[in-house]
């Protein structure tokens, strides 16, 4: 090899060394592929039906970012793992290895309550690493000690009960009888729609636990009959166990109107059940801003639907890189003080299909307000102030009829 090539190679190689100083410049030293983000979620149990397509709303918002060249810390990877929804030591166990294993800087999710505050407390806080979850709303998270690591873009489930309360109010209903997930994500929600619903006037007959993934809900059909009601409310997964308490109930002829929460909401549960759903009512996050519309219009163009809780994966996965463009780190210690200011003014208002011009604009010192899919406002400790469509199941299909 003679002398010219030589000097070549060795320019070559401090040239990839500098990159890779001055890029972790503020964040610790990291390689030119840039940070990675955990995308944890339900890929099997109780929602399974929902979780492709929330995983492809956090991935489009990676391919968005990585597309414009304008993301500062280098190309953007994601690796996902299965949460489970439900079993907290699997989802730790697929949390860890995220961490510890694939090295993630930040993680999308989880999902369902229980498992995130499984993750936030045994992997998380311990790991420094931040979360943003886009469904997990139990009222408990608002409080959990997370060392301000623990964001979401969904609203608590304190505000659900709030609109569960007032959607039956204005459907006239006074009496409601009710069951729910045993788990903190159902806890935390009969409570609050019982304490709501009751404020209003109304009367919860009775509000009972089920277990998910039995054969038969016979028993638990005939105590909700019992009490009696003018509408069941089915505060549970539409995969499983609120399914099967649905179907049990036609069958028994004890209930034929239902109110579905946000676990509810998703075409496969009608696609099941069929005709005896029609009439139902609901409510899932939402929002009908031009963010939600842009949204709609990308996820077609993906691939995928902007199904329930996928507007909200995608914002999970903006807020993330925006923060960490802003603080100039993939450190989830450094970048996460940054979440909030990107969340909410001031600043100029980004949406989806603009974190180009997001992360342009934060590299040139300026201030954004993203928008994003969800109308995102984060509030108390990092979580959405909460918009929610309201639903009707019409001809075998979730439509929606408003916005509280």
Do not use: W
């Not at 730790?92 to 993750?119: P, Y």
């Not at 609203?155 to 709030?162: K, M, T, V, Y």
């Not at 277990?211 to 003018?230: I, N, R, T």
């Amino acid at each position: 090899m003679n002398k010219n090539v030589l000097i070549l190679v060795g320019v070559a190689a401090l040239a990839g060394l500098a990159y890779i100083f001055v890029a972790g410049e503020k964040g610790g030293m990291q390689t030119a592929e840039g940070p990675k983000i955990g995308i944890i979620l339900g890929y099997t149990g109780p929602i399974e039906s929902l979780t492709p397509d929330m995983a492809m709303g956090a991935e489009l918002a990676i391919a968005e970012a990585n597309n414009s060249g304008n993301f500062a810390l280098g190309e953007v990877t994601s690796v996902r793992a299965d949460s489970t929804c439900i079993d907290s030591a699997a989802a730790t166990a697929a949390a860890e290895r995220l961490v510890t294993s694939d090295k993630v800087n930040a993680i999308m999710g989880a999902d369902c309550s229980g498992v995130t505050t499984a993750i936030l407390e045994n992997v998380a806080v311990p790991n420094g690493v931040m979360m943003v979850s886009p469904s997990a709303t139990s009222p408990a998270l608002s409080t959990v000690a997370d060392n301000d690591l623990f964001f979401r873009t969904a609203p608590s489930d304190a505000r659900q009960g709030e609109v569960v309360a007032e959607i039956l109010k204005d459907k006239g209903y006074k009496t409601a009888a009710m069951t729910y997930t045993n788990n903190d994500y159902g806890k935390g929600l009969a409570d609050s729609i019982k304490s709501n619903f009751e404020a209003n006037g109304g009367t919860i007959t009775i509000s009972t636990a089920h277990e998910d993934g039995k054969g038969d809900y016979g028993a638990e059909v005939a105590a909700l009959a019992q009490a009696g009601g003018e509408i069941l409310i089915v505060a549970g997964y539409l995969d499983q166990g609120g399914k099967g308490i649905i179907q049990a109930s036609l069958d028994a002829d004890a209930f034929n109107m239902f109110y579905l929460p946000d676990g509810m909401i998703g075409d496969a549960l009608p696609a099941a059940i069929g005709a005896g759903l029609n009439g139902s009512i609901g409510d899932v996050p939402g929002t009908d801003s031009p963010g939600a519309a842009k949204f709609a219009e990308m996820a077609t163009a993906g691939g995928f639907t902007a199904g329930p809780f996928a507007p909200e994966s995608y914002d999970g996965a903006a807020l993330i890189l925006l923060a960490m463009q802003a603080a100039n780190s993939t450190d989830s210690e450094v970048f996460k003080s940054k979440v909030m200011d990107v969340a909410n003014a001031p600043g100029e208002k980004i949406f989806p299909g603009d974190l180009g011009k997001a992360l342009k604009l934060i590299s040139e010192g300026k201030d954004v307000d993203y928008v994003g899919a969800s109308a995102v406002e984060l509030v108390g400790a990092g979580e959405s102030a909460g918009n929610y469509a309201e639903i009707e199941i019409k001809g075998g299909k979730n439509v929606t009829v408003g916005y509280r």
